[in-house]
Structure formats: structure tokens, C-alpha cells
């Protein structure tokens, strides 16, 4: 009687096969003879995107192409929109586990996670999240969606920067945009780790070793530090902002900063480096009027101003 229960239950064990593909995503659920194949768009990065699933038998009916099981899946094509149901109404169909793997699709995940919460994930990818290190949040972002990869800045922000402290000791490093997101959160795309964050590394921009010139590494390391001291002062003016105006005062202190490190008297190809680099940021249509005054700033001559106009447009 015992190994007719043991046989029992290893045959309803192995009823029930997922095919994944290479991100850890099922594509596919066999369940006994029900074939569920899951759909949705592989090819656009978005934050939220729709999780459908669709039966073999009603694939067949809709377009007389016959498939067999989950190997089939690779010889699919044209599937019907209205055979197509959302991930919400499947009911009790998939395990729990492939409904939490799909969820994260639904949130805009390239990649699979088993962790549940953000700090089970900092736990077990410790190498991620290092201090003074901010490489990882654009990757945090496109294979994790935003949603989770802002519980993940927050929980290690709350654990690497003490609260209620001031931002000032954090001047010269990475960390102090989180210390700065801690005390008036704005999440990633705010200035604080949308560019201040993301654009640091160690205590330099990116930009550091690109410079050909002991100016131009100067230069780097100098305005760092005059943004971030800039940001300081007006954040502790005791006033409620909103996040589009952290942004706002944070990118008009650009200029003035550029200046006072030495910008003026960079080599061209050095200036044009720096353009390049944030140009998609802050020289925007609606912003343009700040780099005509940090050029004017310089009294750069009017060849030189075409040249580095022209790395606007």
C-alpha cells in the first residue's frame, strides 16, 4: 500500500513540467494534458508590460496550425489576440512560483529574481552593492524594474547612511546623493540618483578618466564637489520642495560650478567631452538658456561656441 501511494505521488510530481527561457521566465506550463503557453513583448524595455497566457486547444482551433506540447512553442506564429488572456484571470492554473517569476514581468523585469524582498536580494548579491559604488542602478533598473531596483536603493541607502545625520560628511563621495535621496526622496529618476548617483564614480565623474589633462581631471574632481556643496546649501534652507525643484535648483547650480572649477579653460576636446556626456540630461530644449550662459560665462570665442552648439543638436 505504501508504494502504491509513493508511486502515486511521484507520477502527479512529474504530471507537471516549465519550459523557461534564458532569463528564467516560464514560457511554457504542461499539465497532464493541458498546454499553457505564456506570452509577452521580449523586445521592448517598458515598466509595465502586459503577461498574457493562451491554451493549446484554443491556439489550434483559431489557427488550424497543430502543436503538440511545449517543445512546439519555437514553431508558433501569429497568435491570435483573442485567444489571449490576461495573467490575472488564470485562476489556480500556474504554481505560485511561476506567477511570482511572471509578476515581475508584469513590473518591467529582464531577468528573473528568487528573492523576495529587498533585503534578501542585498543579501545574497552583496558584490552589487558596495559603498561609495553606483555603477549597478541603471542595471538594477532594466533587470529588475524600477519598482523593486527602488526598494533595493532605498533598503541599502536606510542601511549604509544613518539617519538624521547631515549630508555634509558624504561631500566628495558617491554616497552623498543617497544620503540627499534619504532626506527628500524623489526615486530614480530624480536628480539625486537619476543623475547625481548615476553619474558618479568613486569620488569623480566618469568623466575623470576620459580627461587628457591634469585641468581636466581637476576639473572633474573640483565641480563634483561644488554641485554637491551647492546642493547642501539649499537643501538645508528650511523649505518644503518638490522633486522637479531639487531638480531644477540642482541643475542651475551647473554653470556657475563649471566655471569655478576651471571649465573656461579646458581644452575644446575636453569641453566637448563633458557636452556629450550630459547633454542628454540637462542640455535639453528647456534648458538651453543655461548653456548659453555658461558660455557666455567664458567668453568663449564664436568658433569654438559653433563647435560645441553643434554637439547640442
Not at 517543445?71 to 488564470?90: E, F, G, H, R
Not at 533587470?143 to 541607502?157: C, N, Q, R
Not at 540627499?180 to 524623489?186: I, L, Y
Not at 536628480?191 to 576639473?219: R, V
Request: aromatic content about 14%.
Amino acid at each position: 500500500m505504501k508504494y502504491l501511494i509513493l508511486l502515486f505521488i511521484t507520477q502527479t510530481c512529474f504530471s507537471a513540467q516549465t519550459y523557461y527561457d534564458k532569463n528564467g521566465f516560464a514560457t511554457c506550463f504542461e499539465n497532464n494534458d493541458q498546454v499553457y503557453f505564456i506570452d509577452w513583448d521580449h523586445y521592448t524595455n517598458a515598466d509595465i508590460k502586459q503577461v498574457s497566457y493562451f491554451e493549446k486547444t484554443e491556439y489550434i482551433q483559431s489557427t488550424g496550425h497543430y502543436v503538440k506540447n511545449c517543445i512546439d512553442q519555437k514553431y508558433m506564429y501569429d497568435i491570435p489576440n483573442q485567444i489571449l488572456k490576461p495573467l490575472a484571470d488564470s485562476g489556480d492554473i500556474f504554481p505560485e512560483d511561476i506567477l511570482f517569476a511572471l509578476n515581475q514581468i508584469s513590473v518591467g523585469a529582464e531577468k528573473y529574481r528568487s528573492e523576495k524582498t529587498a533585503p534578501e536580494f542585498i543579501a545574497n548579491h552583496q558584490d552589487l552593492f558596495q559603498s561609495n559604488a553606483p555603477t549597478q542602478i541603471e542595471s538594477l533598473r532594466e533587470d529588475y524594474g524600477d519598482s523593486f531596483a527602488t526598494d533595493l536603493v532605498s533598503t541599502w541607502s536606510k542601511n549604509s547612511i544613518l539617519p538624521n545625520q547631515s549630508c555634509a560628511k558624504y561631500i566628495g563621495t558617491c554616497d552623498f546623493y543617497l544620503c540627499q535621496e534619504q532626506k527628500s526622496p524623489c526615486g530614480l529618476d530624480g536628480y539625486n540618483l537619476g543623475f547625481g548617483f548615476k553619474y558618479c564614480s568613486g569620488s569623480k565623474f566618469t568623466l575623470f578618466n576620459q580627461m587628457q589633462t591634469d585641468l581636466g581631471k581637476n576639473w572633474v574632481t573640483n565641480v563634483f564637489q561644488c554641485l554637491q556643496k551647492q546642493s547642501l546649501q539649499v537643501s538645508e534652507v528650511k523649505e518644503i520642495r518638490t522633486c522637479e525643484k531639487i531638480k531644477s535648483d540642482a541643475y542651475d547650480s551647473h554653470p556657475d560650478c563649471y566655471v569655478q572649477s576651471g571649465f573656461c579653460e579646458l581644452k575644446l576636446s575636453e569641453k566637448l567631452k563633458i557636452f556629450k556626456l550630459v547633454k542628454k540630461e540637462i542640455f535639453s530644449q528647456e534648458s538651453l538658456p543655461m548653456v548659453k550662459n555658461l558660455l557666455h560665462k567664458c567668453h568663449i570665442e564664436k568658433q569654438e561656441q559653433d563647435v560645441l552648439n553643434s554637439e547640442l543638436n
